[in-house]
């Protein structure tokens, strides 16, 4: 079996290689470890977490707010079982799309462990122990991520849990505890939380998703609290145990302080994603990973010249659109076109409502590069659409150049904030102004005319409607 590309790894960032190389004519094939096509992203990530985000919102608008709309209907109950049997379709829906494009573009699928027996030749080996080899001018590693563990208490997957098992809870828990005020710690919470489980947040760092601009931290942690969870930012887990039936956490301020001990039925730890290489064998073919990653060049190229590497294992974000762009950058350098990335411009989100969507330089970034920058803040409270909504927690945040206004950030919390902020990568691609967005016709009534006036607010510090 030979194969101008294989790819080692079916989530997006993989899958989407794969297609594109099947585009471009190469004869191509997939390895995948697991029975179903997706990776992380389609069966334990992204799509899953989407689809309880989306049933715990409706459940909570019913319990809280259909009765000012004036829909009055009877107390509203959690069928848990439903609910996780919903997203296991949404999953399975998705997944069977995936296998159909690999059907439609003429991929071969292979089912097991892919491994490299020298740069040309990949050894796949299934759960029943048989092996089949191939040969293959390319590869693409596409392998994804799992989650961390803490060091001194490992998943259990019964208390101490990951983001995996907190996809497949048969219980609302009675109290859940996280590890982790970032996106899956913000997202599961929020999920938790709103169908009435206690929830408790303990981040070693001083705000929530720290790696976007602060001040939607700041927001974020107003418009969550009002779901009732309680937050420990600045702390630093101890100890954490399953005793049974409970977990017992403890953990104290890094700056000094009193102790804290918190105990709930289970303890989600998010404290981050680590490349999945096991089983790769890239000590057969002389690779050597840094910080657990696989070491790339600007051309996404290892050290052996005909093995690329992509998505989670690599540097930078781990993000499936991220992965995708990679995919599809690799598959046309190979067929000898010459794509690029601007890393800066790809966008990330946190799915809790509201959403937090950010592209570009944060503030922090740029007080670092000592770049002179000015602000355009509008909130959400000021829009006719959020008023009619009752969407009215968040605000958009423009960061634009002192000098020449180029737009440098675009941070976006409140209702729809992950579709608007594909505005915002536009206008920085096409490296527009504030004021270029602020002449541009917005909609009315649309949430996009917060953009507006924020772009306003930076350009001359004149928002018509604040």
């Known amino acids: 079996m030979q194969y101008n590309v294989t790819v080692i790894?079916?989530?997006p960032g993989g899958y989407v290689a794969a297609i594109r190389c099947a585009q471009l004519g190469f004869k191509t094939a997939i390895v995948e470890k697991y029975n179903t096509l997706g990776g992380t992203c389609l069966n334990v990530g992204c799509i899953p977490s989407k689809a309880l985000l989306d049933s715990t919102e409706h459940f909570h608008n019913a319990a809280h707010t259909f009765k000012?709309?004036?829909?009055?209907?009877?107390?509203?109950k959690v069928n848990i079982t439903q609910m996780i049997a919903r997203k296991s379709d949404v999953v399975k829906q998705n997944v069977d799309g995936i296998a159909f494009l690999m059907k439609k573009n003429k991929i071969d699928v292979l089912t097991g462990i892919g491994?490299?027996?020298?740069?040309?030749?990949?050894?796949?080996?299934?759960?029943?122990?048989?092996?089949?080899?191939?040969?293959?001018?390319?590869?693409?590693?596409?392998?994804?991520?799992?989650?961390t563990p803490l060091p001194f208490a490992p998943f259990?997957?019964?208390?101490?849990?990951?983001?995996?098992?907190?996809?497949?809870?048969?219980?609302v828990p009675k109290?859940?505890?996280?590890?982790?005020?970032?996106?899956?710690?913000?997202?599961l919470g929020s999920v938790y939380a709103r169908i009435g489980s206690k929830v408790s947040v303990v981040e070693f760092l001083d705000s929530l998703i720290p790696t976007m601009d602060g001040t939607m931290g700041k927001e974020l942690l107003k418009s969550t609290k009002k779901l009732g969870m309680d937050f420990y930012l600045g702390h630093k887990v101890t100890t954490l145990e399953n005793k049974g039936k409970e977990v017992v956490l403890k953990a104290e301020p890094k700056n000094g302080g009193a102790a804290i001990?918190?105990?709930?039925?289970?303890?989600?730890?998010?404290?981050?994603?680590?490349?999945?290489?096991?089983?790769?064998?890239l000590e057969k073919i002389g690779i050597e990973l840094d910080k657990g990653k696989v070491p790339v060049d600007d051309h996404l190229k290892t050290k052996i010249d005909n093995i690329y590497a992509i998505g989670d294992v690599i540097r930078g974000a781990m993000l499936a659109h991220k992965a995708e762009e990679e995919g599809v950058n690799v598959a046309e350098r190979l067929a000898g076109q010459k794509p690029h990335i601007n890393y800066l411009l790809i966008p990330g989100v946190v799915y809790t409502w509201p959403e937090v969507a950010s592209v570009g330089y944060t503030e922090e970034q740029l007080k670092e590069q000592s770049r002179a920058y000015k602000i355009g803040n509008f909130p959400y409270k000021a829009l006719g659409r959020a008023r009619a909504s009752m969407d009215m927690d968040g605000l958009v945040k423009i960061l634009a150049d002192k000098a020449t206004d180029e737009i440098l950030g675009v941070h976006i919390i409140g209702a729809r904030a992950a579709d608007m902020i594909a505005a915002g990568v536009v206008a920085m691609e096409y490296r527009a102004s504030a004021e270029d967005v602020s002449r541009m016709s917005h909609a009315h009534p649309t949430y996009m005319e917060a953009v507006k006036e924020a772009c306003l607010a930076a350009t001359a510090n004149r928002p018509i409607h604040m």
């Open 175 to 187: 109290h859940l505890i996280i590890v982790g005020g970032g996106v899956i710690g913000m997202e």
């Open 68 to 76: 000012e709309h004036g829909i009055d209907i009877s107390e509203p």
């Open 115 to 147: 491994s490299f027996v020298d740069k040309n030749t990949i050894k796949v080996t299934a759960k029943d122990g048989k092996e089949t080899t191939i040969t293959t001018d390319n590869v693409i590693i596409a392998t994804g991520s799992k989650p």
């Open 9 to 11: 790894g079916s989530g």
């Open 261 to 281: 001990e918190l105990k709930g039925d289970y303890c989600l730890v998010s404290v981050g994603r680590r490349p999945y290489t096991e089983g790769l064998g």
């Open 156 to 171: 259990d997957k019964k208390r101490i849990i990951s983001s995996t098992e907190a996809l497949e809870l048969k219980e």
